[in-house]
């Protein structure tokens, strides 16, 4: 099973079996030169845009990241699809009908064994965090749900530009809430031991780039300024203590080292300087606040 050559996507010729169902199904990949992705901006978000092709148009790497069982919608990253432990798998298997009817209420029509748009990465990412639940501390199931909230967020906010009367700005910032939450925990757990940042898996945030752990560090502060609480002014003092004492921790981890990428560097610096305006403090310099 395989799509045209000239194609923005493919699928395997060798299937892949779902560890939970046991359905074989062929998994779909993006093919990625001939000029079908042309790299724009990166925004503050650390998400890579990029330009449309004149031959091949819009293209979004993201939407092929997770993998999905068609039949039982199981998801998740290539890393750990195959790998899920019984006990995991049992539950998995025991919320298929749960999955199934949660994610009826986010989009419709979804079919795994076509080439993929824009509503099938939305749900893809979506079961991620689903499953994800069940997997066991040591392969780090935290950090991968909220990488997959925040990627949910990018992909709605490309659907909302194409279909703006649908709520998905809306569905994006609750996804990019979700995400807060799940980077701030990860953050905690790695820090008091409970739960470790997995080695070898690529922390993006996006696919072009991966800024490991200072670029979670980052996005917890980032989220966490920009979605954490406001009504309750004391809530969002402490949030921003937090946010900013997280921020610090790149430029304090960094000293002996200058090959910490600008775009972390000078992305994160300015955050700090709002971050502390907003507290009205007169130090910016987050080298003088990493502990």
């Known amino acids: 099973m395989q799509s045209d050559s000239t194609g923005v996507s493919f699928f395997s010729k060798t299937p892949t079996v779902c560890p939970v169902c046991e359905v074989k199904f062929y998994r779909e990949e993006m093919r990625t030169g001939r000029g079908r992705l042309i790299a724009g901006a990166l925004t503050r978000e650390l998400r890579r845009t990029y330009e449309p092709s004149k031959k091949f148009g819009e293209v979004y790497p993201l939407i092929y990241t997770v993998l999905v069982c068609p039949s039982c919608y199981y998801a998740a990253y290539p890393q ?7 006990s995991a798998a049992n539950a998995v298997r025991n919320a298929a009908q749960l999955r199934i009817d949660n994610i009826a209420q986010i989009a419709d029509g979804l079919d795994f064994t076509r080439p993929r748009g824009l509503k099938e990465g939305l749900a893809a990412y979506t079961l991620a965090v689903m499953c994800y639940d069940h997997f066991p501390d040591e392969s780090g ?8 909230c925040l990627r949910a967020a990018w992909v709605c906010n490309d659907l909302h530009g194409k279909e703006p009367g649908e709520n998905y700005d809306k569905l994006a910032r609750v996804l990019y809430r979700k995400a807060r939450f799940f980077y701030a925990l990860a953050v905690e757990q790695e820090q008091t031991g409970v739960q470790g940042i997995p080695s070898g898996f690529p922390l993006g945030p996006d696919l072009d780039k991966n800024y490991g752990y200072d670029g ?11 979605y954490g609480p406001r009504k309750n002014s004391e809530r969002r003092r402490s949030g921003l203590e937090r946010s900013k004492r997280t921020v610090a921790k790149i430029f304090g981890m960094g000293r002996a080292s200058k090959e910490k990428p600008a775009a972390i560097l000078d992305n994160a610096r300015s955050l700090y300087e709002e971050i502390a305006h907003e507290l009205g403090l007169k130090n910016t310099d987050p080298e003088r606040d990493d502990g």
């Open 141 to 148: 199931p935290t950090i991968k749900q909220g990488l997959s």
């Open 216 to 226: 979670i560090l980052y996005m917890a502060g980032l989220l966490d300024w920009l």
């Open 80 to 86: 750990d699809f195959s790998g899920i432990s019984d």
